[in-house]
């Protein structure tokens, strides 16, 4: 099993920005690939970014491409999403998930989410 806690939501104005943080603990950290995902108000969840397990390779959604940034520290057991120029449009719940082979869905692990709302 692994356990994922995501921190770092909160109230944020158009273009602005945040850093939420994914902490990760219960099997070896480098054994998995991390992604983001979110789900807004009345949607499905939808991917955001994803990074392979050497932080090598990192893949995004169209919609944030440009403006968020995926990463790891893997002597921390932690992952990161920077958000940069934040619209309204980024509100949503943000989740952050585990899987052990690359892709961008079908992820095993998830954590409880964090809220992100971006007022216009």
């Known amino acids: 099993q692994v356990q994922l806690v995501e921190s770092g939501g909160g109230l944020v104005q158009a273009g602005g920005s945040l850093r939420l943080s994914c902490a990760a603990s219960?099997?070896?950290?480098?054994?998995?690939?991390m992604g983001w995902f979110r789900q807004a108000p009345g949607k499905e969840r939808e991917f955001v970014a994803a990074?392979?397990?050497?932080?090598?390779?990192?893949n995004y959604a169209d919609s944030v491409k440009g403006r968020f940034t995926i990463s790891r520290d893997g002597a921390k057991s932690m992952a990161y999403l920077q958000m940069n120029s934040l619209t309204p449009e980024d509100t949503a719940v943000y989740y952050c998930?585990?899987?052990?082979?690359?892709?961008?869905?079908?992820?095993?692990?998830w954590g409880q989410g964090t809220q992100v709302t971006v007022s216009s």
């Open positions: 990074i392979s397990r050497g932080g090598y390779t990192t």
């Open positions: 219960g099997r070896t950290f480098s054994n998995y690939v």
């Open positions: 998930a585990a899987r052990k082979d690359w892709g961008t869905s079908d992820y095993d692990y």
